[in-house]
């Protein structure tokens, strides 16, 4: 499909034609971009009059990547073209788009009406832009708070893939030792157990904890527009892992602490996934300036493993375990809602899923 402009012509590319991908990647590769289709859903190119290659702009999602204008042109309209073309293609099927960029890149956005919403440098400032923000999913936290009598107000962050023991663990000992507990469940459906059923997992399984309010995380809670990395499988620490982390922490310190009035945070210590301990290092951090004391509370246990060490409860030795048919040898592991959901019929299809390895973290 191609649009006229009065400078500009745009064309959107078929990733699927090598012509098309080879003519991107080279227009990357020359002004130091390294472009990967498995990375983007789409991208449109635009030309001068005369063919020249202006620039480019891709998407993957609801987040902006790889908005590049040759140098000889960014003095013109070439960026607002492409950014205003892109954002109102993802309006169409967004209420809201994301863009990463470092921070001597942000100006050009904010002057297209982007809100710079958290900066982890040197790497990234997130922005973003369309009918719901930031704002509007703090108008939903409001909606949830509980008024308290004392500042024993605490968070969590949980995933559940799927709800064991360990994170009813975790959970109890908050509920124990504060008046509120605002449980924040990740609701990016990339994991192998969907949102609706890790919700209801520990919905029934934490039934008899009165001040444990469980919060949908949004957007903006380790998402997988925010916070990637934490969808791939167990990577070696990076700086963009750790940066994608502390951008995580940060809109949680800025725009959800002040809201819900959280005075800390409990999370699990970490010893096999390096995502894990990457988002709890930042944690560690960055919470302590916004008032939030992180509780680190060691992992629970059953028995020894076979190598003498603990054997901590894990949902990813609960996701093994369904891989290769060993549930029995983890029932402890699991609590009551999650053992009966795994050991009927209604479980299958997520079973299936596991076994032939198309679940995500």
């Known amino acids: 499909m191609t649009f006229e402009d009065t400078d500009f012509r745009q064309e959107t590319l078929d990733l699927e034609n090598p012509f098309d991908l080879k003519l991107v990647k080279d227009f990357l590769l020359n002004l130091g971009f390294d472009f990967n289709p498995e990375e983007v859903e789409g991208t449109m190119i635009v030309y001068n009059l005369r063919g020249d290659i202006v620039g480019t702009g891709s998407h993957m999602g609801r987040i902006l990547k790889y908005?590049?204008?040759?140098?000889?042109?960014?003095?013109?309209t070439a960026f607002a073209l492409i950014v205003t073309y892109m954002t109102e293609k993802l309006l169409k099927s967004y209420k809201h788009t994301f863009v990463f960029t470092r921070p001597e890149n942000s100006l050009p956005f904010t002057g297209l009406g982007f809100t710079e919403i958290a900066k982890a440098e040197p790497l990234y400032v997130l922005l973003e832009f369309g009918f719901e923000s930031i704002f509007t999913y703090q108008e939903y936290l409001k909606s949830l708070i509980?008024?308290?009598?004392?500042?024993?107000?605490?968070?969590?962050?949980v995933n559940c893939n799927p709800f064991t023991n360990g994170h009813k663990f975790l959970i109890e000992k908050a509920s124990a030792e504060n008046e509120v507990v605002y449980l924040f469940v990740v609701e990016e459906d990339l994991s192998a157990f969907p949102f609706w059923m890790r919700w209801e997992l520990i919905?029934?399984?934490?039934?008899?904890?009165?001040?444990?309010?469980?919060?949908?995380?949004?957007?903006y809670i380790v998402s997988g527009s925010i916070f990637p990395a934490y969808f791939l499988k167990?990577?070696?620490?990076?700086?963009?892992?750790?940066?994608?982390?502390?951008?995580?922490?940060?809109?949680?310190?800025d725009y959800i602490v002040p809201v819900l009035g959280i005075k800390k945070r409990y999370v699990g210590t970490e010893y096999a996934c390096n995502t894990t301990q990457a988002y709890n290092s930042a944690m560690k951090s960055i919470l302590p300036e916004s008032?939030?004391?992180?509780?680190?509370?060691?992992r629970k246990a059953i028995g020894m493993g076979s190598?003498?060490?603990?054997?901590?409860?894990?949902?990813?030795?609960?996701r093994e375990a369904i891989k290769t048919d060993t549930l029995d040898r983890i029932v402890e592991f699991l609590p009551d809602s999650t053992r009966d959901f795994l050991y009927s019929d209604a479980s299958l299809a997520i079973r299936e899923k596991i076994k032939s390895g198309k679940g995500r973290h």
Do not use: C, H, W
């Open 67 to 76: 908005i590049v204008v040759a140098p000889g042109f960014r003095d013109t």
């Open 146 to 157: 509980v008024p308290v009598k004392s500042d024993n107000v605490a968070a969590l962050v």
């Open 203 to 219: 919905r029934k399984g934490i039934s008899d904890l009165n001040n444990v309010v469980m919060v949908k995380g949004g957007m």
């Open 234 to 253: 167990n990577e070696q620490v990076n700086d963009v892992m750790q940066k994608q982390a502390e951008l995580d922490v940060r809109i949680f310190a």
């Open 291 to 298: 008032g939030v004391e992180v509780i680190e509370v060691l």
């Open 307 to 318: 190598d003498n060490e603990p054997d901590y409860i894990s949902a990813s030795k609960v």
